[in-house]
């Protein structure tokens, strides 16, 4: 008798439990047919956790760097850890992160993101904390991301935060309860339209050009980070004319990657080297690069990372190579798709 | 007891899911907070939509109370519907249009000679973010310019101002006036809203 209850006690509790588990897995944002940048973080844990190199950033990690170059060209097995408006400290744990499944070579970090110097939006923030996989990391990412109007909690049941969805749920939030879509190629999100650089706006003055000090002090922990698991660290600014990047900035820059012993590549100044072409290689007006641009300066970059770090040729690698062919497939399927709807526009 | 657990977990469903509907979703536009204005504009609009349209811009104006820049005649408050500003301002010098990442929806930036112009979108409308003086040929509404002395600023807007960012802030009905100071000199002068400071 006494057996049965308990039994009984336990089938109830699995049935609420299950009850607000599926009810959670139905109201979380499923980002699939419009805001698809929020599945980029997730996407990666479902890679082999070999690669060379590892991009940590913001959008202009992910929409200017193509890693299928990188692997045709030069061989490098590559992937981009990167979501819309990445803070700094978002970037370091998720470092801290990808550390625990492979050790890359080389990180590549993008600078924009030290311009934030607290938190900024909670919208932004759930983009790049709710695909990582839960850890220390993801603890501390969170706590150092919140808003003042966010709780830790909602994001460990993110049905508290997602509850009044159930008015607005639509047909792909049932259709991806439990499946899922690719939305990038290695973390690369591909545009193919043009939209040329035009009338791009100058910076407003600013009463203090310092970088905050609690970038800085993420920066340094990344450094260190990267020192101390001997990876090799290179700063980039991407060639996005807006937001402003400012000379001082630069000036910052510059010095801190000097003073650490970094590599540092402001791409903003290599527009000739790499061929890039604000007419025809920007999709939004010089904000991101199209995949005509993305292509011309990942290859600049892998003849860099190439000679500089001596990075291995991997093509020979048959396994690995395998695995690019058919990444390699899906990229060309997705450009000759975007291609086509140009066309019919 | 089954009955239990059932009418619990429809409980836990109900609550959950029937409260809280008015509470900002993630997906979708990029969440700014919508200014009292901006709430009572958007009830008349549902309410009769195109002479509430018409109402609710001349409204607008009539309205504001934070600090307002006047340049020939037209008023610029900030979070003023952008639409009717820009028409009575004309052809800009030149125009910016910067997508916001990921989400739906573009700033805007508009340059006339003299200043900056810059909106943002929120429920198919763009609502004035900012105003930005680019140089010395003109003033705030209170006689300041670029280049005039601190002593000037204090003269216009009182000693009730806070420091930003190293900016001198005077906040008045939810917007900022931002003045950069170089060497006791007004170097920079800005209004914003802070509709979109989150």
């Known amino acids: 008798m006494k057996r049965k209850r308990i039994i009984r006690a336990v089938c109830s509790v699995l049935v609420v439990v299950s009850t607000l588990f599926m009810l959670q897995k139905l109201l979380l944002p499923k980002y699939v047919s419009d805001v698809v940048e929020g599945r980029l973080i997730a996407e990666y844990y479902a890679e082999e956790k070999d690669h060379d190199v590892i991009f940590i950033g913001d959008c202009e990690v992910y929409e200017n760097f193509s890693p299928k170059i990188l692997w045709e060209d030069y061989g490098i097995n590559s992937y981009i850890r990167g979501s819309a408006q990445q803070l700094i400290w978002q970037s370091y744990y998720l470092l801290e992160d990808t550390l625990r499944y492979e050790k890359p070579k080389v990180v590549v970090f993008n600078v924009l993101a030290l311009k934030y110097n607290e938190p900024q939006s909670e919208a932004y923030n759930r983009m790049s904390l709710e695909g990582m996989r839960w850890s220390m990391a993801k603890v501390k990412a969170i706590q150092a991301s919140m808003t003042d109007e966010e709780h830790f909690l909602d994001y460990v049941f993110p049905i508290l935060r997602y509850h009044s969805r159930w008015s607005s749920l639509k047909a792909e939030d049932v259709e991806y309860l439990f499946a899922d879509r690719k939305v990038s190629h290695n973390g690369y999100y591909m545009r193919v339209d043009v939209k040329p650089a035009k009338d791009v706006p100058e910076g407003k003055m600013l009463a203090d050009y310092r970088f905050g000090e609690n970038a800085y002090r993420y920066l340094d922990k990344m450094t260190k980070l990267c020192r101390d698991n001997g990876i090799e660290l290179v700063l980039v600014k991407a060639p996005s004319l807006y937001p402003y990047w400012y000379d001082e900035w630069e000036q910052q820059i510059e010095d801190y990657a000097r003073q650490n012993g970094l590599l540092y590549i402001n791409f903003l100044e290599l527009a000739e080297e790499t061929g890039l072409d604000y007419n025809s290689d920007t999709y939004d007006g010089g904000l991101h690069l199209n995949l005509s641009g993305a292509e011309k300066i990942t290859a600049y970059l892998g003849q860099v990372l190439r000679d500089e770090y001596h990075l291995a040729d991997r093509r020979p690698e048959e396994r690995l190579s395998r695995i690019w062919a058919d990444k390699a497939a899906a990229y060309e399927q997705d450009r000759k798709r975007q291609e086509e709807e140009m066309e019919k526009q | ?198």
């Open chain 2, 1 to 198: 007891m089954k009955r239990k657990v059932w009418i619990s977990s429809i409980m836990i469903t109900a609550a959950l899911c029937g409260c809280g509907s008015g509470v900002k979703t993630i997906e979708g536009d990029v969440a700014v907070k919508e200014t009292s204005a901006q709430a009572q504009e958007k009830e008349q609009t549902e309410a009769a939509p195109e002479e509430a349209e018409d109402a609710a811009a001349a409204e607008d104006t009539a309205q504001y109370s934070g600090y307002a820049f006047t340049y020939d005649g037209t008023v610029i408050g900030m979070d003023m519907d952008a639409a009717p500003v820009v028409e009575q301002l004309g052809e800009p010098d030149s125009y910016f249009e910067a997508p916001s990442c990921a989400f739906e929806g573009i700033d805007k930036v508009y340059t006339y000679g003299s200043f900056e112009l810059d909106t943002y979108p929120t429920d198919d409308k763009d609502y004035v973010s900012s105003v930005v003086f680019k140089d010395d040929t003109i003033t705030t509404t209170e006689g300041v310019g670029i280049g005039d002395p601190e002593d000037k600023v204090v003269e216009a807007y009182g000693s009730g101002w806070t420091e930003e960012d190293g900016m001198r802030v005077y906040e008045k009905d939810g917007m900022k006036l931002c003045f950069i100071l170089e060497n006791d000199t007004v170097a920079s002068i800005e209004y914003r809203s802070t509709a979109v400071e989150q």
